[in-house]
């Protein structure tokens, strides 16, 4: 760090400095209250994600006892086959957001299986869905906490490092501008008083 130089332009470029990042922090604090409150939405919103899978999978165990038979082969009966993902920008953050999710149902005999496999294919599809929104919304809960913690740390660095540094400066600097005047004063009285004695004499 550069040393403190202490004059009046120090002075001046330090008071400008104060007043700049007194007038950032107040955004920067709002920016970061902001993020924190869109974190929490998106921490409920994946909460929600996965009560509705935990409810789907109990739903599906109630209504659908037959599948512990692992006679049936009911692999491959759905697949994600495509998701269209967007952005939105959130407080200066992007963050994925999903579109749409396309499900491909495998085509099967009807006859050939029995009639609650029907019923099976529509949850399967419910559920690769809610997946596919669980692991956006990880995502976009992830990306949330990094953005409030690099905030956090702006504000941090202005409110407790940058603005105590640079009143400390400008102090030091004051008192010694002060020191430096007062000492001119004396210097010039004792200077006066010995012209006034060699005059004297």
Known sequence: ????????????????????????L???????QQLMTERAKAARALAELRTAIDELRSRVGE??????????????LAEVK???????????????????????LRRYALLARPHWVDAVVERLREVLELRVREQVAVRRLALLEAAVDTITQRVNLFDKVLIPATERNIKRIRI??????MAAVVRSK????KHAAARAL
């Open 26 to 32: 107040p955004s920067l604090d709002l920016k970061r």
């Open 1 to 24: 760090m550069a040393r403190l130089q202490l004059n009046k332009s120090s002075l001046a470029r330090e008071t400008a400095n104060l007043k700049s990042y007194k007038r950032f």
């Open 63 to 76: 209504q659908l006892p037959m599948l512990a038979n692992r006679d049936m082969n009911l692999d491959d």
């Open 176 to 181: 010694y501008l002060s020191d430096e005047e």
């Open 82 to 104: 495509d998701v269209a993902m967007t952005t939105e920008n959130v407080v200066g953050t992007r963050l994925p957001a999903v579109e749409r999710v396309e499900i491909a």
């Open 190 to 193: 004792i200077s006066k008083r």
